[in-house]
């Protein structure tokens, strides 16, 4: 900035007194909306009748809110997740006198709620609360609505007074920070890239088990070999179950980093070691999926789950909702895969680390969102529920695991108490964390175009290849570009200052220019302590006035440091 020194050089003491006490004035206004923006919101609790109703349907109803009315919950928690919320919903309602009403629009991963809910955030009729993955989903649902990010509440500020920055594991919060907002409030952590065995059928083959991809390749050829259909890849739901199973191997052979680099599309496909894993990918893909359960097409992940349990197959490549599901309605425990539980033979179902990816974390988390309106306050009251340790036990005993660092074991299964050590033990390396790319990792219509892509090459085998790989070069452009729209909003990346999620910061970020992008302040910045340097800034300014009038120092030696 260039300073006009001769009008500088021209203002009187008392000049300069009247231009401190202004700066004074601002500088005391911004600490006090310092103070009170980062105090805790005042809430106001409406007591009314208990009641509790979970809605199931495949229809999108008119969505009206007061501020005395249910506060709807727009989920596609329709099978554990539903049994989770029958125990939640009226915890809540006891604790805080509000009601609290699940909409529910099935569908696996999402496949149905998210376009009911973009539909109704278009149409400006949003829901009080809704079910959104963190990730850069919730993204999709800002550059749908007609205020962008201000239709959502900014739930930064709640997070830090709830404790969670704390308490909870820093990698979580990092995965639904966009350059240090959050936008939604996490409610529990899955874990994706998983592999489900049935150990019964192993052992009674005398087949190792598969902790790496060479094993695997050969269990699935001994068992088809022994009449056994050794995979259940469903097709029921649109081709979420078979991404699932494709970036499970691409992480298993390419590792985080390029895992990372597809969340932001980014992923150099012209890079002969990228095509190389690529077309790696899909030849296994191919290869698995090759021996499918007959009547795959028609299939869901739940029906393929009991096909798991009943030993009618051996492998399925999925999230830990698996677990849940089992122990609810199929009346089995899943166990992690330990020798004292792989060689007990009273155990059939096995969860593991999809192999190759055992030093990996897959973060699949659930979060809500809250829409600006009328229930705000009561959407917060049950967020802020929700994301306490005492709705965490409630909640994550049935879902899931949690978040926070100190939970003891209260899970109902074995394999949920191991997934959440490994969540702890593998917060030590931040790097060795993903987003499902399947469950929020990438943006809703990219989501639907990867689903399809798959599906279609399953259903065509080898000839399907040229379109599916042009399928993913579209997907990942689309994704860089939605990313880059982010961008310009201030929320162009995964994490908070100097603490990008993964550690990796896309391009962007590091380089905007290149990207047709203002300058970032997004890296080595950090507004939290702005009201501090406007009263240390002030502070110094009173101080020099001092100085001015002791004639310590002269205005021409202020306007040279100034000019530095």
Do not use: C
């Amino acid at each position: 900035m260039k300073y006009n020194y001769s009008l500088v050089k021209g203002l009187s003491s008392t000049q300069i007194a009247i231009i401190v006490a202004v700066v004074v004035i601002i500088v005391v206004i911004g600490a006090v909306a310092g103070v009170l923006l980062t105090r805790k919101p005042t809430t106001t609790i409406v007591t009314t009748t208990v009641t509790s109703t979970i809605t199931t349907s495949t229809t999108t109803p008119v969505v009206t809110t007061s501020t005395t009315g249910p506060i709807v919950f727009y989920t596609w928690w329709a099978t554990e997740g539903k049994i989770a919320l029958q125990h939640l919903v009226p915890a809540f309602q006891s604790a805080t006198g509000l009601q609290m009403q699940p909409y529910i629009v099935p569908g696996a991963g999402g496949t149905n709620a998210k376009y009911a809910i973009l539909a109704l955030i278009e149409a400006g009729k949003p829901p009080a609360a809704f079910q959104v993955h963190f990730g850069p989903e919730m993204i999709s649902y800002v550059e749908a609505a007609p205020n962008g990010v201000n239709s959502f509440v900014n739930v930064t500020p709640y997070a830090q007074q709830w404790g969670l920055f704390n308490n909870a594991v820093y990698e979580v919060l990092q995965a639904g920070a966009f350059n240090g907002t959050l936008l939604s409030i996490p409610v529990n952590v899955h874990r994706g890239a998983l592999l489900y065995v049935n150990a019964q059928l192993l052992r009674e083959y005398n087949l190792p088990f598969p902790y790496n991809l060479s094993t695997l390749i050969y269990d699935t050829v001994q068992l088809a070999n022994h009449g056994i259909h050794p995979w259940i890849i469903p097709g029921g739901d649109g081709g979420w179950d078979q991404f699932n199973l494709w970036e499970d191997i691409f992480l298993s052979l390419a590792g985080p980093q390029l895992y990372d680099e597809m969340i932001y599309g980014t992923i150099n496909l012209n890079n002969a070691t990228v095509q190389k894993l690529i077309n790696e990918t899909n030849y296994w893909f191919l290869n698995f999926t090759s021996y499918d359960y007959p009547g795959w097409q028609s299939m869901t992940w739940t029906q393929g789950l009991t096909l798991l349990v009943q030993g009618k197959v051996a492998f399925q490549a999925n999230g830990n909702w698996l677990t849940n599901y089992a122990y609810d309605f199929l009346n089995t425990s899943a166990y992690p895969p330990l020798p004292q539980y792989i060689n007990n033979t009273s155990i059939t179902l096995i969860e593991s680390p999809f192999p190759g990816t055992q030093n990996y974390y897959a973060l699949v988390i659930d979060s809500i969102g809250i829409p600006v309106g009328p229930q705000e306050q009561q959407a917060l009251q049950l967020a802020h529920f929700w994301s306490s340790y005492q709705g965490q036990e409630i909640w994550t005993k049935w879902k899931a695991v949690t978040y926070y660092k100190n939970a003891t074991d209260y899970f109902n299964t074995p394999a949920q108490w191991y997934d959440y050590q490994q969540l702890i033990n593998d917060s030590k390396n931040p790097q060795d964390f993903v987003y499902q790319l399947s469950d929020g990792g990438v943006f809703d219509d990219v989501f639907a175009q990867i689903d399809s892509g798959l599906l279609t090459l399953q259903q065509v085998g080898n000839a399907g290849l040229s379109a599916w790989n042009s399928t993913l070069v579209s997907a990942m452009h689309e994704e860089e570009s939605e990313w880059l729209a982010a961008a310009k909003l201030g929320l162009g990346y995964l994490g908070f200052p100097n603490h990008p999620f993964a550690n990796y910061y896309p391009p962007w970020v590091m380089n905007p220019m290149a990207y047709g992008l203002k300058s970032s302040k997004s890296v080595n910045s950090d507004t939290s302590s702005l009201p501090l340097i406007l009263i240390l800034l002030g502070s110094t300014i009173l101080a020099t006035e001092v100085l001015i009038n002791k004639k310590f120092i002269s205005k021409e030696m202020i306007v040279r440091l100034i000019k530095l």
